[in-house]
């Protein structure tokens, strides 16, 4: 199905049917994930941290933080063993399931590489996809430098992670240093491999979620993307002449991809312009994705509108049904300027403030060892919480997170 192209494109202000959108931080490189979406304002969505360590939640800036595997850990970390991430998880499934439950789609973020992270996200991502939801792992690989041991248990979480998701982008931290200036500080190179976990979330939500869009819908996305398996992510953005069309190739051509993106069986795609982008410049640009993927792959289309962006398109590409990469792909010039702005951009550390605590709620009878923390200042500005994602307490005296 290609909504662009040789068969027109159709613009609608429908607003999209409201949908159940959790975007879950697993371990300290998930909740770093899902702070830089909340520093980005990434709307549409709950946000939830899931940890061993209390330490780390109280530094979380997700409006819900559950803590897992406190019989295991006593709320510190899982010392770099997954096997203790996997245990802490199955300690609380049932809390987990509980605040999953309802979801219509489920995104999974983590740093592969650790102990929460790598051995807990399997285990979050089995339960939502039991619940129903569309499940979608966006995860990271760890940079060359952390070691073999790092590198051999990321390998492993991910092809777990990948058995029990519906479509699983990963994100080799490496391909970062391709993709930022020499001389970038390290904080933001980690706060780039942030943002592009984010991009890749945000990407997909605006398809679901922000009115504007191009005819499309959950059940659009889900077509693509459900028990889809290994998937990719490009980004691009450029402005000027034929700037949709540089945008998508920059897209197809990152070098952030783990995977070749010729022959891509399934591609979700999606364009941000300001009001000012001309059917002629999407239509180019969806042609041009659309010609370099398998004849009879189904390819869906959003568009948005942000005139925040100037003169600047950007586009997201999700691809699924894909061939392998050689290990030796160059990095692609082109793609370079595109990222050095992602990382140039990049905002200073959030200041999340205190922690205040709930009046304890009913929970789930084996649900004691884990809890959500609702951080004052976001539980002022936002709507109630939705029953089912209410906070979690073992009793009326507090843990200390």
């Not at 001389?183 to 491999?193: E, N, S, Y």
């Not at 976001?378 to 200390?400: C, D, F, N, Q, Y």
């Amino acid at each position: 199905m290609l909504v662009a192209g040789a068969v027109g494109v159709g613009f609608s202000s429908h607003k999209p049917e409201a949908r159940s959108i959790r975007v879950v931080g697993v371990g300290g490189g998930g909740s770093n994930a899902i702070d830089e979406m909340i520093r980005s304002k990434t709307a549409g969505v709950d946000f939830i941290a899931c940890n061993t360590d209390a330490q780390a939640l109280r530094r979380s800036a997700a409006p819900r933080r559950l803590r897992i595997g406190d019989k295991i850990t006593h709320g510190l970390g899982a010392g770099g063993d997954p096997e203790v991430g996997r245990q802490a998880a199955e300690e609380d499934a049932e809390t987990i399931g509980w605040v999953l439950e309802g979801s219509d789609m489920v995104f999974v973020t983590a740093g592969l590489g650790g102990g929460t992270g790598s051995g807990a996200a399997p285990i979050v991502a089995e339960i939502a996809k039991k619940h129903g939801a569309l499940t979608i792992g966006v995860v990271t690989k760890p940079f060359a430098f952390e070691g073999a041991r790092r590198r051999r248990v990321a390998e492993d979480a991910a092809r777990e992670l990948a058995a029990k998701v519906d479509a699983l982008i990963t994100i080799p931290n490496d391909r970062v240093s391709e993709v930022v200036q020499r001389d970038a500080r390290f904080l933001d190179a980690f706060r780039t491999v942030d943002d592009v976990l984010r991009q890749g979330v945000q990407g997909i939500i605006d398809v679901v979620a922000t009115p504007g869009l191009i005819n499309l819908d959950f059940a659009d996305v889900r077509a693509i993307m459900q028990d889809a398996g290994p998937a990719l992510i490009g980004f691009g953005r450029a402005g000027g002449e034929q700037r949709a069309l540089l945008a998508a190739q920059q897209a197809m051509s990152s070098p952030l991809l783990e995977a070749s993106f010729g022959g891509a069986r399934g591609i979700l795609f999606n364009l941000v312009g300001s009001s000012d982008v001309r059917l002629a410049e999407v239509t180019e640009a969806a042609e041009a994705i659309r010609s370099a993927a398998d004849p009879e792959a189904n390819v869906i289309f959003g568009a948005s509108f942000d005139d925040r962006l100037g003169d600047e398109v950007s586009v997201t590409l999700i691809a699924v049904g894909l061939g392998e990469m050689p290990a030796n792909k160059p990095a692609h010039a082109e793609m370079k300027t595109a990222a050095e702005a992602v990382a140039a951009s990049s905002a200073p550390p959030l200041d999340v403030g205190g922690t205040e605590l709930e009046t304890p709620k009913p929970v789930p009878s084996n649900a004691d060892a884990a809890e959500l923390d609702v951080p004052t200042f976001l539980r002022r500005s936002r709507a109630p919480v939705p029953r089912s994602i209410g906070a979690v307490r073992r009793s009326t005296k507090p843990r200390g997170v």
